[in-house]
């Protein structure tokens, strides 16, 4: 966290509790809370295609550490109960979750925190790969977001044979709809989003006038902060959580 | 991840798991992004029974050259054995 020192206090909270989605019924997250006095801003996490996974536990614990109340639904929790990548795998078998759902889900996630004490009143997304897809689509549909991050989300730029009832729209045909602030992080050597990709995707934005920032990064692909896989890219993701922080701490703590 | 290739199988076999074998009626074959193998992407063969899909999943990533390879291979010793029972 910015301004720390070693003497400083630190602590925080991290569990699985269940919150009533806007779809109606009631699923898990993944709640970490910052034990520190004071109000704090709410980061919503969107997780991955792999599914509700220990990375994305730990992602949430670094949010929270960095002064963050942090929130990750279980956005595969009504498709069974088994180890994240197998009930994965179910999901994916099954072409994914509706992003009907998935905003659902998260709205509903953004309803709980507003009722939390320590809260600031100003809430961020983050997500990787599908998560980041949508991210930027929760962005086009909502003004409840401030500050949106977006990691390598595949299919923003959707064509008409990618379209299917769980994805009905592409992200990118409402980005004059979009609301808030933009990072997006990519790698130069992802295949989905690809360069040309990521240039259209940014191309809408600029069209649009919209607030957005993009880092896009030499030496690296899709998932290239899975430190848990060999996509890995040291250099490049310990800068990318560098401009991640300084985007949130600025759109949100204002 | 974001390739959301993906092919189902439909097949009669039986699966090791660390406790016993199982029976198995479906294959998933992905081609994307793996969780383990050293490759940009991989294919997946996530093989299940639909009495409990999640708990029955056997999976191996393979490079796409590996998965040719054993394609080929494949081939190869069904030729054999096709010869054998005539």
């Known amino acids: 966290m910015k301004n720390y020192k070693t003497h400083d206090y630190e602590g925080l909270i991290a569990e699985t509790i269940q919150f009533d989605s806007a779809n ?36 949430t614990r670094k949010f929270a550490h960095h002064g963050y109340i942090a929130i990750c639904p ?65 962005g086009c549909s ?10 390598w989300g595949g299919n923003v730029i959707m064509d008409e044979s990618s379209i299917n009832d769980k994805q009905p729209v592409s ?8 609301s808030g602030s933009l990072l997006g992080i990519f790698g130069n050597e992802d295949t989905s989003p690809n360069p040309k ?6 191309k809408l934005l600029k069209a649009e006038n919209k607030d957005y920032v993009f880092h896009r990064y030499d030496g690296a692909g899709h998932g290239f902060n899975y430190y848990d896989r060999p ?15 300084d985007f949130l701490d600025n759109k949100l703590r204002s | 991840m974001c390739t959301m290739i993906a092919e189902r199988a439909s097949i009669q076999g ?6 016993a074998w199982i029976s198995i009626d479906s294959c998933d074959i992905y081609y994307d992004h793996p969780d383990h193998v050293d490759s940009e992407h991989a294919i997946t063969l996530s093989f299940s029974n639909q009495i409990d899909p999640i708990n029955s999943r056997i999976s191996l990533e393979l490079t796409p050259e590996s998965a040719k390879e054993i394609i080929t291979k494949i081939q190869v010793a069904l030729s054999k054995g096709d010869s054998l029972e005539r």
Request: aromatic content about 10%.
């Open chain 1, 24 to 59: 109606g019924d009631s699923i898990n997250a993944y709640l970490a809370k910052p034990l520190n006095e004071g109000k704090f801003p709410c980061v919503i996490l969107i997780h991955h295609l792999p599914g509700w996974d220990e990375l994305y536990k730990e992602f």
């Open chain 2, 14 to 19: 039986s699966g090791k798991t660390e406790k």
């Open chain 1, 74 to 138: 279980d956005l595969y929790f009504r498709e069974g109960n088994g180890s994240p990548d197998d009930v994965a795998a179910e999901v994916r078998s099954k072409g994914g979750v509706s992003d009907e759902q998935v905003i659902k889900d998260i709205l509903g996630a953004a309803n709980y925190i507003d009722k939390l004490d320590i809260f600031n009143g100003k809430t961020g997304l983050f997500g990787t790969c599908s998560g980041g897809r949508h991210g930027f689509l929760l």
């Open chain 1, 142 to 151: 909502t003004d409840r977001f401030d500050a949106i991050v977006e990691c």
């Open chain 1, 231 to 245: 996509i890995y890219r040291q250099e490049q993701s310990v800068d990318s959580w560098v401009k991640i922080f």
């Open chain 1, 171 to 178: 992200p990118s045909s409402l980005t004059e709809n979009f």
């Open chain 1, 197 to 202: 990709q990521v240039d259209e995707h940014e």
